[in-house]
């Protein structure tokens, strides 16, 4: 078939090779423009997707909008039979949806209806879910709203992190959407409206959320540390420096919030406690928590902020 497709991050590359892999005729990639880096700002460093599709020899754009009349012509002229979206990071307005003759199939990283938006991965885990998994659905004008096709389940580990359970959905996601073309190009692609029931958003990661709040149950402070690692990491103070925590466990012992129980780094929450197992200090490299302790003296009655 003719493709067009639309993604910008690490987790849409996967899916990109598998499409190319299984024979389809890639014949536009729309990603993010190159994104100023650098010290000072002066190198353009282009997406992940970008890159690959560079690699294949497939056109790439990046249009500053998909609005008017010129954007949907241009879009049109691609003579797609459908358009795969993953993670493109721009909504697609009602022209761009109706050209594809097959319309346009998404992947996202969620158990449909459960956390439709821009941060499914980590709003699952932050939440204390017990599975995750990913959806191939047909788009249309609402947020993630759209009949599903394929859908996959994953089982969310107690320690595991978004970064663990990103990098499993994205593969076990190419798969689904290869399977999922293949289906629609024997018309055997059949989709399941969403039930209205079990409806939840996944709102994008503010900063002032990041911060670890020791006074909840430990249960949540864990959640919520797995469920920002790696990035943008959920993180304390120590002595006026931020520490970031890139790994923890469920503790045992209890006292007051934010107080350490131990030598080996377990924190008191509002009720049980969390053991650090990797942690971060601002300007520093990720370390283990024994490692931590050998130049930071901290010993059981002391507190973090």
């Known amino acids: 078939m003719r493709v067009v497709f639309m993604g910008t991050p690490d987790f849409a590359v996967p899916t990109l090779v598998e499409i190319v892999g299984a024979g389809h005729e890639v014949v536009a990639a729309y990603t993010r423009a190159p994104a100023a880096a650098g010290r000072r700002g002066l190198d353009l460093v282009p997406s992940p997707v970008h890159r690959t599709a560079e690699r294949f020899g497939i056109p790439v754009l990046h249009p500053a909008s998909l609005k008017g009349e010129a954007a ?52 699952a885990i932050m939440a204390g879910d017990k599975e995750s998994g990913v959806a191939a659905m047909r788009m249309e004008e609402g947020l993630d709203t759209g009949p599903v096709g394929l859908i996959e389940r994953v089982a969310i580990a107690p320690d595991m992190t978004a970064g663990e359970l990103h990098d499993r959905l994205m593969v076990i996601g190419a798969d689904l959407m290869s399977r999922a073309l293949a289906a629609l190009q024997r018309g055997a692609l059949g989709f399941t409206p969403q039930p209205a029931e079990g409806v939840t958003y996944a709102a994008k990661i503010h900063k002032a959320e990041t911060r670890i709040d020791w006074s909840r149950p430990a249960g949540d402070v864990h959640n919520h540390i797995r469920g920002l690692s790696p990035f943008p990491g959920a993180w304390f103070e120590l002595d006026g420096v931020r520490v970031k925590v890139l790994r923890s466990t469920r503790g045992e012992g209890a006292g007051p ?32 928590a024994e490692e931590f302790l050998r130049g930071n003296a901290l010993k059981a009655g002391d507190g973090v902020g």
């Open 72 to 123: 949907a012509e241009a879009f049109a002229a691609h003579e797609a039979d459908v358009a795969v979206v993953v993670a493109y990071g721009r909504i697609l307005p009602p022209a761009i949806l109706a050209a594809p003759a097959l319309g346009c199939l998404n992947l996202h990283a969620s158990l449909l209806p459960r956390w439709r938006g821009a941060a499914p991965i980590q709003r």
């Open 257 to 288: 919030p934010g107080t350490v129980l131990d030598d080996r780094l377990t924190i008191a929450c509002g009720t049980g406690a969390v053991r650090l197992v990797e942690v971060q200090k601002a300007g520093g490299r990720a370390m283990p």
